[in-house]
């Protein structure tokens, strides 16, 4: 099954920085890779989704990219703001041609005025 | 994408005893999951519930623990059985639209005294 490391468990950041998130994973290379938002008390909103052909992918002030070779995914969130501030998941299919989605532990962002 | 809705949104419950929640989803949808989140932790799938067929479980689940009905396109339950204080936990439903991305509901909060 895939294993999926996402950097920190908190990262708090200074409004208007580049927060920026890792997240790697092991085992097979997925077809594609997503990112979700989660506030607390609340279900996983879906942010992005980055597919094993493309480099990088932007969404207003999000910008996802994916490195293969690497293992890796990095979310960047430009001109950071309080609102911001959340628990980001990262997430992949569970094994090849699945739907199922296994889940990073992710990182809590705070993002500080 | 899709609006979910789950009841309750919360409860608590004594040892011993069986809590249903239900999971609604606005559109008609093939795929659903069911995942549980304990405190601090990420996301876990606990089995996939498919309409027309009996739910796949995930290692570690087992039907007698938590059963699962997809009595149509629309809608979903989880019971879970015979509740100890390790069941307290979000529980979360989800739908897969065919476009490699889930939609998630807003939670159910259950602590178990």
């Known amino acids: 099954s895939q294993k999926i490391e996402q950097n920190s468990e908190a990262l708090n950041i200074q409004e208007g920085k580049t927060a920026t998130l890792t997240c790697n994973y092991t085992?097979?290379?997925?077809?594609?890779l997503q990112w979700y938002r989660q506030d607390p008390g609340r279900g996983p909103v879906f942010l992005l989704l980055?597919?094993?052909?493309?480099k990088e992918k932007r969404k207003e002030r999000l910008k996802v990219t994916f490195d293969t070779t690497l293992k890796q995914s990095l979310f960047h969130i430009t001109a950071s703001q309080p609102a911001d501030s959340a628990t980001y998941l990262c997430a992949l299919p569970s094994g090849a041609g699945s739907y199922q989605l296994t889940f990073g532990k992710g990182t809590k962002l705070s993002v500080i005025p | 994408s899709a609006v979910i809705s789950q009841k309750p949104s919360r409860d608590i419950c004594q040892r011993g005893t069986s809590l249903t929640i239900q999971c609604q989803v606005d559109?008609?949808?093939?795929?659903m999951f069911w995942y549980r989140q304990q405190p601090g932790q990420s996301l876990t799938l606990i089995a996939t519930?498919?309409?027309?067929?009996?739910?796949?479980?995930e290692s570690g689940f087992v039907i007698d623990k938590f059963p699962i009905s997809r009595p149509n396109l629309t809608f979903s339950t989880l019971t879970v059985s015979n509740m100890s204080p390790e069941d307290s936990s979000i529980y979360l439903c989800s739908v897969e639209l065919g476009t490699d991305t889930q939609y998630f509901g807003p939670g159910t909060r259950l602590t178990v005294l």
């Open positions: 085992n097979y290379s997925p077809a594609y």
């Open positions: 980055i597919r094993e052909n493309e």
């Open positions: 519930a498919n309409q027309g067929s009996e739910a796949t479980y």
């Open positions: 559109s008609q949808v093939t795929m």
